[in-house]
């Protein structure tokens, strides 16, 4: 409930009804009895979602996991059918389903409760700052792309612990333009946390103290995300907010004035519901299109609409969240699709990806393919992006947090500071724009640097510090700065 939005639960809970109906209608017309179609349907809805764990219980014994279960569950579908068609009298059906429509309702209600009490009191979380106004003569108002490549790694990091030279990219990135953050670092470990910070352009301690340090929902940086200051002051600026739909759930930066999102996406709630039933299966056995080859479409979305942004007449600020190099590995380095055996589709990275049956060399191998593919489409866009912009725009390529070959969620003592903490960070800013920046810049600074130079505010840089925290307790803070800096 503190990740996923309730507009993101009724796309699922319509499909599970009507299919559940469907199979009611179904078995209605065919044995002609209201209370037996009901037990079938209601077993069919159960099994269904009990098929993922059994899926997990089972994947580890065989190569065809998906075909011999996919046989299984329907042959046990149809065997609990002929049982209750024949095996049952009328009274027993009655009182067997009177019994379960109490027990429905009684749940139905309980979560409707607990649901209903957590959206009400959902704290709204702003940050107790003030907004500045820009310099009112300004007239040089350039479109504004905030890039974020999730799990980005700094090119010294990957060169230590992945052996991969990325040398290349970085050069073809400063010849056009970029200065290279080198020694950047993330302010926080995890997404959230860390684009609740730079967006906003602060550090969450405030936070922190005002909801305490043992929550683990995530809504309120989530909140702080859909309507962050830096959208807020480019809007006084007359900027349109543009942003890139999001896997997950309520990252969907609500405030925006345009929303691009492909034609058909899914959420990383979409994902978790669909995992839980035969639906994975059922598209492997007839190869239909899975949930892997979904992820592809919405990657090379957000880089085939990026560029047509720069043809819009008025300024625009957009704000796109590219779920890579970060797992799932969908691409190889040339571009072409590869996908797990025997696992269902996640976003689980670090030790959530050897949970879900990854390995360490696989992490580290499939991670650089994908990041050698990313490379390339994003140098194609950001050169297309200068080109059709009719003033030179501001565009920063940051990673949120590094990735998490040596990062165990809920073991700090076990995790890899500097690879989590050691970021990707380059900034196109034009018109003398990157004689500010400094190699050791971490995104919080980002926005104030931005705004100081271009709208002349008055924003004092932070101190660049680096904070560590465990999945379960996200704002209980360790500063790991002296662990990540050199």
Request: charged content about 20%.
């Amino acid at each position: 409930m503190g990740e996923v939005s309730l507009k993101d639960a009724i796309a699922p809970l319509i499909a599970a009804v009507t299919i559940t109906s469907i199979v009611w209608l179904c078995a209605k017309l065919i044995i002609k009895n209201n209370e037996k179609a009901g037990l079938i349907s209601f077993f069919f809805i159960i099994s269904s979602f009990f098929y993922g764990h059994a899926y997990d219980q089972l994947k580890n014994y065989t190569h065809n996991t998906h075909q011999y279960l996919l046989i299984l569950w329907v042959a046990a579908f149809f065997a609990f059918s002929v049982i209750v068609v024949a095996g049952f009298k009328k009274w027993k059906i009655q009182n067997l389903t009177y019994l379960l429509n109490i027990t429905s309702i009684i749940l139905v209600c309980i979560s409707i409760s607990i649901i209903s009490y957590n959206e009400i009191a959902r704290k709204h979380i702003t940050f107790k700052q003030e907004i500045q106004k820009g310099n009112q003569n300004t007239t040089y108002k350039p479109d504004i792309y905030y890039i974020i490549l999730d799990g980005y790694g700094r090119a010294d990091m990957l060169n230590s612990l992945y052996g991969y030279d990325n040398g290349d990219f970085l050069t073809a990135l400063e010849k056009s333009g970029f200065y290279v953050a080198s020694r950047s670092r993330s302010n926080y470990s995890q997404t959230t946390l860390s684009l609740a910070s730079s967006l906003n352009f602060h550090y969450l301690d405030d936070l922190a103290r005002e909801i305490g340090k043992d929550r683990a929902s995530r809504r309120y940086v989530l909140e702080l995300i859909n309507k962050n200051n830096a959208s807020k002051f480019l809007e006084q600026e007359d900027y349109t907010y543009i942003a890139f739909s999001s896997v997950y759930g309520r990252m969907t930066t609500e405030g925006a004035d345009i929303t691009i999102s492909p034609q058909f996406k899914l959420s990383n709630f979409d994902h978790l519901v669909i995992n839980a039933t035969p639906i994975p299966s059922i598209l492997e056995v007839f190869s239909l299109k899975s949930q892997y080859d979904l992820h592809r479409e919405q990657l090379m979305h957000v880089f085939q609409e990026l560029p047509k942004i720069a043809t819009k007449k008025e300024p625009t600020f957009t704000f796109a969240h590219i779920i890579a190099p970060h797992p799932p590995f969908v691409f190889n380095a040339d571009g072409n699709p590869i996908q797990p055996a025997n696992r269902l589709f996640s976003f689980w990275d670090a030790s959530g990806f050897w949970e879900i049956g990854g390995t360490r060399d696989e992490y580290r191998t499939n991670y650089i393919n994908q990041l050698v593919l990313i490379n390339k489409k994003l140098q194609a866009t950001v050169e297309n992006i200068i080109s059709l912009s009719p003033n030179p725009p501001i565009i920063v390529l940051q990673a949120d947090h590094g990735p998490g070959s040596q990062v165990y969620f809920e073991n700090p003592d076990k995790t890899n500071f500097k690879e989590r903490m050691s970021i990707f960070n380059a900034y196109y800013l034009p018109s003398g724009g990157s004689e500010k920046l400094y190699r050791e810049i971490t995104p919080a600074n980002t926005f104030r640097l931005i705004f100081n130079y271009y709208f002349g505010t008055n924003y004092e840089l932070l101190e660049d510090k680096s904070y560590y925290s465990t999945y379960s307790r996200p704002y209980d803070f360790m500063d790991v700065t002296n662990n990540v800096s050199d």
